[in-house]
């Protein structure tokens, strides 16, 4: 049983489109995140939800939303894409009071 | 800004020895660390975190260190075996952050190759 999956793997696509990556654990765990591994191999925070609420929002392009329609669910919503948003984007949850985040295997999202 | 630095970007070891991979941070208010192993084409992979009230964490084969007033952390591996050849992130964070979630702060990485 995989703990975070993360679909698509791969996401190749052109400027200007909208897209989505989903995100699942199943995990029983109270805190999802989204960070992003952009093209110098830093992994960053994006965003994190807490039971549904979104509690560090980083500064991140409006573009990009979050949404979690329960607790084991966060997709990445992305509008309007450009180049720059080409990198590889992971999932994680972690229990509230556990530091240790699972990780998903990420999605290389290519904007071209 | 990077408040979590992992200034070797890659380490070749023989299989059989020790394999030390080294993180610095600059940010006081850390006070749990972690590292994290990742393959390609996978996600990070938590392997051993310390708190900062402790100076060393010992799991298996894998031991880290935590030097509080050099701001610094190590990873010891011993011994390192052909299938530890991978990515080792540092990552930090503060518990005073307030917030119900922990936001990780990663290094850049250090590849470990470890050579049979």
């Known amino acids: 049983d995989t703990a975070v999956s993360q679909t698509p793997k791969y996401l190749v696509t052109q400027m200007g489109n909208d897209k989505s990556i989903k995100c699942e654990q199943n995990l029983g765990h109270d805190t999802m995140y989204w960070y992003k591994q952009d093209s110098k191999k830093f992994l960053k925070i994006m965003f994190s939800y807490n039971n549904k609420e979104l509690i560090i929002n980083e500064t991140v392009p409006n573009r990009f939303s979050p949404k979690s329609p329960d607790k084991a669910h966060l997709n990445l919503h992305i509008n309007s894409l450009e180049l720059g948003d080409s990198a590889v984007y992971f999932c994680a949850s972690s229990r509230q009071s556990n530091t240790e985040a699972f990780f998903g295997q990420g999605t290389r999202l290519t904007v071209v | 800004d990077q408040q979590v630095k992992q200034n070797s970007p890659s380490l070749s070891v023989q299989e059989g020895r020790i394999s030390i991979l080294n993180c610095d941070y600059t940010?006081?208010?850390?006070?749990?660390f972690l590292w994290y192993k990742k393959y390609p084409a996978e996600g990070p992979t938590f392997l051993i975190s310390i708190s900062s009230i402790k100076d060393k964490n010992e799991d298996g084969r894998f031991t880290v260190f935590l030097n509080k007033s050099a701001k610094h952390l190590s990873l010891h591996i011993v011994p390192s075996q052909p299938g530890d050849s991978a990515v080792y992130f540092c990552?930090?964070?503060?518990?005073?952050?307030?917030?119900?979630?922990?936001?990780?702060?990663f290094g850049k990485g250090t590849k470990l190759s470890v050579i049979p």
């Open positions: 990552a930090a964070y503060t518990t005073y952050s307030g917030a119900g979630s922990y936001q990780l702060t």
């Open positions: 940010n006081s208010m850390f006070d749990y």
